[in-house]
């Protein structure tokens, strides 16, 4: 009886901690505690709850988390996306990064780069037109931002006005609080970062105003006219607008230089009045940094090399597998909760089978853990002077979850072995389907609100969720019965979902989660097959190897990605998802916007080395002026570009029996009047 009390007595103490939790982040936008620290909370309270089922009568946690605000304010899309940056974390990493432009660029020379700090706070986009501030908004999903007008005005250091500015200019920065004024209100906040975001998503800009937020000017937008010609010429003109600029921004060249620069700045960064966790490094040249373009993800002209993460020691009490979306064998050690850089860690990732075989890692042991570029935490080190002597060594499974026997592939692009173990079943893997399910309603794919990671393992466990097609025909009766489900996030849980059935068919391949086949990879497909028909025809045996006998002939589709594709629609199994998936959408076909240009409708592929840009740069140029790239030589190609540099004569000679035009690199720029 007694432990019945005080088990009651503790979970009540919690439930109090996690009301009070939710209050600060949802209602009044001041999260005093990490993300998480409020999910762990949570956890140990489900966790008493499913043990104890009495407590739940008291009172069920999963009924006081309320929503996120993000409907406060109306959302605008950016004139640009606001793409994240990739991450570098040593110096061979900025050694690739310094090749791959110079790869695309076609250069040897090493080029001018602008070294800013990489400040831990908020980005904020603000629209002047004709010098005004017309609006700000936060940076949102990169492509639509909220529009936080009202809360940006209150910081002093965002001018109302600008001099001798251009017609149109979206300024981009940082919105942080400085550690020393962080000082008066840290009883309120869990660190600066929190504070600032909180802060920005008051919907009374007047409490925004109690609030000392500051703004570090680092970029642009959307410009009319372009005056500027590299970056740090852009940062000297945002000072002269009346916008704070970093002290520490500078011109940078040799890797010797960056690496110089990464260690002073690391060195005094515990002495900065802001949270720094890097430093971005951006090619300087704008012009160049329009010829380099971007990614789907992230532009090719800049990265953040982020400083040495914070570690900390702790003992591993066990190491368990988890399977992934792919089939991956991920190896991972259950921890004694350790806090690093601020946040409780309890799970650590170890790779792959070598990784634990490398360094040694086994239970019990004592080892050295990291956040990875600040995220994700991982074992660096194993103490072996800690060790007991009755330690074994851990045997990695040879089998899945699910008990079929797993295997490491040879790469057909390196002919080496793969590190990682894999599980070939596809949805007839139960572990395997439940992360497929994840990743279609993933903000990538389907983004549906309201089904996340963890409502989408709730509904596998119950048995309302275990097909994609499950997702579009839920029992919402079920729902309504489990806690934590009221009449109004059932409602918008059901809109969500059937905002989300009509879906563009790139969209859809990506989706279902075939291996190999990433978003840019599906819009290759998907301009390929254009209509759904077509796309369906992968489900019949001898379609299917009449379409992967054609697929080389797509850029950027190689024998990868057609193996892949291969053993995805050769599983019977994941043939009768998917069909059963498509039955409950309305997936549209897939028209790209052909640009117009000077190569309209025409066929082109390229082969050798050019003297004055890269084979990449030169597949942009021409895609932007209308053509279509090819990846073999068919009778369909108008022209074959043939570089200098080491042309595969194979090609030439299959083109010149096909009667195809030949262009040199300088009749290519001809072509283009270049």
């Known amino acids: 009886m007694t432990d019945n009390k005080n088990i009651k007595k503790l979970y009540l103490d919690k439930i109090d901690k996690l009301i009070k939790y939710n209050r600060a982040y949802f209602e009044k936008d001041n999260p005093i505690v990490t993300d998480e620290k409020f999910d762990k909370l949570k956890k140990e309270l489900l966790e008493m709850a499913r043990e104890n089922p009495s407590l739940k009568k008291i009172k069920n946690p999963e009924k006081i988390v309320g929503s996120k605000p993000s409907d406060k304010f109306k959302k605008i899309k950016h004139s640009q996306p606001m793409l994240s940056l990739s991450n570098a974390f040593n110096k ?14 076609n ?43 009202d809360n940006l005005s209150t910081i002093s250091q965002i001018p109302k006005k600008i001099n001798n500015p251009p017609k149109i200019v979206d300024v ?33 800009s007047n409490e925004t105003k109690k609030i000392p937020l500051k703004f570090f000017a680092y970029g642009i937008g959307k410009i009319e006219p372009k005056i500027f010609k590299d970056q740090t010429e ?20 040799s890797i010797q230089e960056i690496e110089k620069n990464h260690s002073e700045l690391e060195s005094i960064r515990s002495s900065l009045d802001y949270d720094v966790d890097g430093i971005v490094y ?22 953040a090399y982020k400083f040495s993460s914070v570690k900390a020691i702790s003992k591993i009490n066990e190491i368990i597998i988890q399977v992934g979306r792919t089939g991956a064998i991920t190896p991972v050690a259950k921890i004694d909760p350790v806090t690093v850089g601020g946040v409780v860690v309890s799970n650590a990732t170890l790779h792959n089978e070598d990784e634990i075989s490398r360094k040694d890692i086994r239970v019990n042991d004592t080892v050295l853990v990291q956040r990875a570029g600040d995220v994700i935490p991982q074992v660096l080190s194993v103490d072996k002077t800690k060790r007991s002597t009755k330690s074994k060594k851990f045997i990695f499974p040879e089998k899945c979850l699910c008990g079929y026997k797993t295997k490491k592939e040879i790469s057909l692009t390196t002919k080496k072995i793969d590190a990682v173990r894999r599980c070939s079943r596809g949805y007839e893997c139960n572990f395997i389907a439940k992360e497929k399910l994840k990743h279609i309603v993933s903000k ?10 963890k409502v989408i393992d709730n509904f596998w466990k119950l048995k309302i969720i275990k097909t994609p097609s499950d997702i579009f025909n839920l029992d919402y009766t079920k729902i309504e019965k489990l806690d934590g489900w009221g009449d109004l996030s059932i409602a918008n849980l059901k809109n969500a979902i059937n905002n989300s059935r009509k879906v563009v068919l790139d969209k859809f391949i990506f989706s279902i989660g075939i291996r190999h086949i990433g978003q840019e990879n599906a819009k290759t497909l998907a301009n390929y097959f254009k209509k759904v028909e077509k796309f369906s025809e992968l489900f019949i045996q001898k379609k299917r190897k009449e379409i992967l006998n054609s697929l080389d002939e797509l850029d950027g589709i190689g024998e990868t990605q057609i193996k892949s594709i291969e053993d995805f629609f050769s599983n019977s199994k994941n043939i009768t998802i998917i069909q059963s998936f498509m039955s409950v959408l309305d997936i549209k076909n897939y028209e790209k916007k052909i640009k117009s240009g000077k190569l309209s409708n025409k066929n082109i592929m390229f082969t050798g080395g050019f003297e004055k840009m890269s084979r990449s740069e030169a597949k942009t140029i021409a895609e932007e002026n209308g053509a279509k790239i090819l990846g073999t030589v068919t009778k369909k190609l108008d022209y074959l570009v043939i570089g200098n540099s ?17 262009l040199t690199e300088d009749k290519w720029y001809d072509l283009l009047d270049r």
């Open 92 to 105: 061979e990493d900025m050694l690739d990064f310094k090749k791959k432009i110079k790869n695309y660029l």
């Open 107 to 149: 250069i040897t020379e090493d080029l001018e780069l602008s070294s800013e700090p990489k400040i831990d706070g908020i980005s904020a986009s603000l629209r002047y037109i004709e010098g005004k501030l017309t609006y700000g908004l936060s940076r949102g999903d990169g492509i639509f931002g909220e529009d936080i007008t």
């Open 172 to 204: 981009r920065g940082e919105v942080y609080i400085s550690k020393k004024d962080f000082e008066s209100i840290k009883n309120k906040f869990a660190n600066p970062r929190n504070a600032a975001g909180g802060s920005l998503r008051q919907k009374n």
């Open 234 to 253: 852009l940062l000297e003109n945002l000072k002269k607008w009346g916008f704070q600029i970093n002290q520490h921004c500078k011109k940078i060249k």
């Open 282 to 303: 951006k090619v300087n040249n704008l012009s160049l940094q329009n010829r380099l373009g971007s990614t789907s993800n992230s532009p090719r002209w800049a990265i």
């Open 444 to 453: 990538d794919a389907f983004d549906i609100d309201g089904l996340g990671k």
């Open 646 to 662: 080491k042309p595969t004569k194979k090609k030439i000679q299959t083109a010149k029996e096909l009667n195809i035009n030949l």
